[in-house]
């Protein structure tokens, strides 16, 4: 049965190892196990679950609908925290659920302080500071006030200031004088925070990059997310088995037609490849609707976005389009409709990986998994339990098992 004739597998038990390696990295920090935007493509409910066998103790979302969703499927053994959100968010449902949140402005101290009144239990908040990001978080001409603020609604029980945090605007660029000033401004903050006498759970500025690069950022708490799914938060410095990690996507699909085209044929709109000799096409039924990105187009000149058919590495033949790309599979070539096309995977088999097709579009891995649309189903597999388990078989690369069917995104 083939309801979707592509599908991404994740492999869970390179989460968990994954977490586990992170862990290591930073021993003297708790992990935060970032799951943001459906897990960064994986699947929310499943990665966090692994996230949380690997080792990790808190899960991190953006929107309070993320930690919500967690909660309310059933992940509960864990904190939760909640960072960005905009007024008239879920607040109460959210200090009912036990959700952790930030603030990272002087309303939303407000309004979390209103939902805790409402749910008649206390809120625990981390007050998020801009170090340097200039994005969500308070800056330190805002953060005397709140602070008063926050110690007011402490003593009257009704919220809990339990941790301090910020993020880093280069990371990704260890050494990076920036990352100091930030580091700085960090400590300071925490500083007048305790000063204050606010006793602090957590303290954490880290993302994955700093947790792979740098032990001097990772305070209480890191908060890796790119990293556990098994890419590279610095490519550009090593590639993930360097620290330890397996990507755990792989983005598949069926070729749904192979036919012969002779020399001078144009391929795809706009006719950007031309083929240069009599060969044989394969039809990919994914596109950019699919999030394969349009930027990884090919030309005549310029393979694009990189494709495992049959063994062989081949890259897409002219435009992206919304539901397919065409591959040039070679004169002569003996594929056939329903033979596996590999788009990225863990790179152990020879496939190409996300970080490549981040390359060839240019931009990054983050957003290559991300972006993977919600018509693909997920599927989940176990590399690292013994076939027998509960939760199924052995995943290998070139061989994916039989697929534990799993939550769609
Ligand atoms: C997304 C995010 C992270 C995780 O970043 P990675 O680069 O994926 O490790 C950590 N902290 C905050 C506040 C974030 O928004």
Known sequence: MNDFPARVVVDLGAVRGNVRSLAAHAPTAQVMAVVKADAYGHGLVPVALAALEGGATWLGTAQVTEALHLRRAGVTG???????????????????ADVDLGVAAPWALDEVAAAARAAGRT???????????????????????VLAAARALEAEGV???????????????????TVRAQADAFA???????????????????????TLTDPALHWDLVRPGIAVYGLSPVPQVAGPDAYGLVPAMTFEAELATVKPVPAG????????????????????????????????SGTQDRPGGPLQVGGRRLGVAGRVCMDQVVVDLGPGAHDAAGDRVVLFGPGTGGEPTAQDWADAAGTISYEIVTRVGGRVPRTYVESDRPAGDDLGAVAHAAHPPAAVPGGVA
């Open 159 to 177: 919220v809990d200031v339990v941790g301090v945090f910020s993020h880093l605007a280069l990371a990704d660029e260890p050494g990076h004088p």
């Open 78 to 96: 864990a904190r939760v925290l909640a960072w960005l959100y905009a007024p008239g968010a879920p607040l109460r449902e959210a200090v009912e």
């Open 123 to 145: 809120a625990r908040v981390h007050l998020k500071v801009d170090t340097g990001l200039s994005r969500n978080g308070l800056v330190p001409g805002q953060l005397p006030d």
């Open 188 to 210: 300071q903050a925490v500083g007048a925070v305790e000063r204050a006498g606010v006793r602090l759970e957590v303290r954490h500025l880290a993302n994955a990059a700093a």
């Open 265 to 296: 044929a144009g391929v795809s709109y706009g006719h950007r490849y031309v083929v240069p000799r009599d060969t044989v096409l394969g039809v990919v039924p994914v596109g950019y609707g699919d999030g394969v990105p349009r930027h990884a």
